[in-house]
């Protein structure tokens, strides 16, 4: 069964530090998302994209993120500068169309030191 | 901001016996309501979902129903077996968002005792 994927699995940077987190979405689907999830807390919703743009962004998503889908099968979150509150899980997550569910991948642990 | 909240952090319940978890939601412009399983290190997995215009779904031992009167909805587990302790997660999806991005609950950890 086709399955989203994420890299790295934990990923430990130092405050101030860039990251880029990476998800190979299922080939077929059109639509992405991130999540992420602050230990203990609900899941909350960053960002989707979808036609190589950004349809809409929470406010937790400000300018010290970014979004990209480089070469067509990658879908990459960056934190350009992070911060200590950034600590969390993030889930990567896809659909093929807009009435399908959502698969999310197995996260990235961030935690910034 | 809470518009989904599972009020119980943890349930836990004998196996053979029915699990039911509960969720609640403040805005009425959600008309698609999911639950999601969560795994110790894996991300969130689909377990079953419900339309507005239903009040009831079913499938195998999971049922999902929805009171939209009341903003609530419950998922039902039966019989409950030991594999099904694991985080769960409730998730509405607001007519209003173009992007069909999901609001989360806060999770219910149910532990199902062999």
């Known amino acids: 069964e086709p399955e989203v994927t994420q890299t790295p699995s934990h990923q430990v940077t130092q405050m101030g530090q860039e990251v880029i987190l990476r998800c190979v979405p299922i080939s077929n689907h059109l639509y992405f998302y991130w999540y992420r999830q602050i230990l203990g807390q609900k899941v909350e919703f960053l960002v989707s994209?979808?036609?190589?743009?950004?349809?809409?962004k929470s406010e937790i998503f400000d300018d010290q993120f970014s979004v990209e889908r480089p070469d067509g099968s990658n879908f990459t979150l960056k934190i350009r500068s992070t911060k200590l509150e950034d600590s969390a899980m993030y889930f990567c997550?896809?659909?093929?169309?807009?009435?399908?569910?959502?698969?999310f991948g197995p996260g990235t642990r961030l935690t910034v030191l | 901001d809470q518009q989904v909240k599972q009020n119980s952090p943890s349930l836990s319940v004998q196996e053979g016996r029915i699990s039911i978890l509960n969720c609640d939601y403040t805005n009425s412009m959600f008309d698609y309501f999911l639950w999601y399983k969560k795994y110790p290190a894996e991300g969130p997995t689909f377990l079953i979902s419900?339309?507005?215009?239903?009040d009831k779904n079913e499938d195998g031992r999971f049922t999902v129903f929805l009171n939209k009167s009341a903003k609530h909805l419950s998922l039902h587990i039966v019989p409950s077996q030991p594999g099904d302790s694991a985080v769960y997660f409730c998730?509405?999806?607001?007519?209003?968002?173009?992007?069909?991005?999901?609001?989360f609950g806060t999770g219910t950890r149910l532990k199902v005792l062999a």
């Open positions: 997550a896809s659909i093929q169309g807009i009435t399908d569910t959502q698969y």
């Open positions: 998730a509405a999806q607001p007519s209003t968002s173009g992007t069909y991005k999901y609001i």
């Open positions: 994209f979808y036609n190589n743009e950004i349809s809409e």
């Open positions: 419900i339309s507005s215009i239903k």
